[in-house]
Nanobody, 115 residues
């Protein structure tokens, strides 16, 4: 069984920064894509940033230039550095990882950006 544990969320003022981390544990031989999503009330869960095992990245337009996703394959971790945060970045951030034909989600970490 694979488990994901996210950390790093919190309350920050607009313009501030947060760094989210997600650690995968369990029976994973090789993680492929690692992705961060954001969930806000009344809206669909949206992809924020993703990174492949080889290091290729993609970002939502709202995240480009402000967020940076990175991963450590040896530790099975993925991080999301979020700078210049805006109130609209508020939400629950969830990590999702893929391996073979499988994927799993973390429980999420709350990010609140005050104006």
């Amino acid at each position: 069984q694979v488990q994901l544990v996210e950390s790093g969320g919190g309350l920050v003022q607009a313009g501030g920064s947060l760094r989210l981390s997600c650690a995968a544990s369990g029976s994973i031989s090789s993680i492929n894509d690692m992705i961060w999503y954001r969930q806000t009330p009344g809206k669909q869960r949206e992809l924020v940033a993703g990174v492949t095992r080889g290091g290729s990245t993609n970002y939502a337009d709202s995240a480009k230039g402000r967020f940076t996703i990175s991963r450590d394959n040896a530790k099975n971790t993925v991080s999301l550095q979020m700078n210049s945060l805006k109130p609209e970045d508020t939400g629950v951030y969830l990590c999702r990882v893929f391996w073979g034909p499988f994927n799993t989600w973390g429980q999420g970490t709350q990010v609140t950006v005050s104006s």
